[in-house]
């Protein structure tokens, strides 16, 4: 099945585990446009004053900015931790 949409033809992806979700098991449905990037979702999501912060995961990889997006797609974002 080809999920991928056409430009401008909307796409549906899941969020899971963004900064501001309090509980890890809530989602939220973000509609897109076709051809939409990770940073076109970030936008969306108002998360771009520092992604350099912040970890993403698409599908259970991890995606930089400039990735395509697709109708399904399940993305993962949260902060990334460091310690020591």
């Known amino acids: 099945m080809d999920t991928r949409a056409k430009p401008g033809e909307p796409i549906l992806v899941t969020v899971r585990g963004r900064p501001g979700i309090k509980e890890k098991s809530e989602a939220q449905q973000v509609r897109l446009p076709g051809g939409a990037t990770v940073a076109d979702l970030l936008a969306r999501l ?9 970890v993403i995961l698409c599908n259970g990889v991890r995606a930089e900015a400039g990735r395509k997006l697709a109708a399904g797609d ?11």
């Not at 108002?46 to 912040?54: F, H």
């Not at 399940?74 to 020591?84: I, Q, R």
């Open 46 to 54: 108002a998360l771009t004053s520092r992604p350099e912060e912040l």
């Open 74 to 84: 399940t993305l993962w974002v949260f902060y990334a931790m460091s310690g020591g």
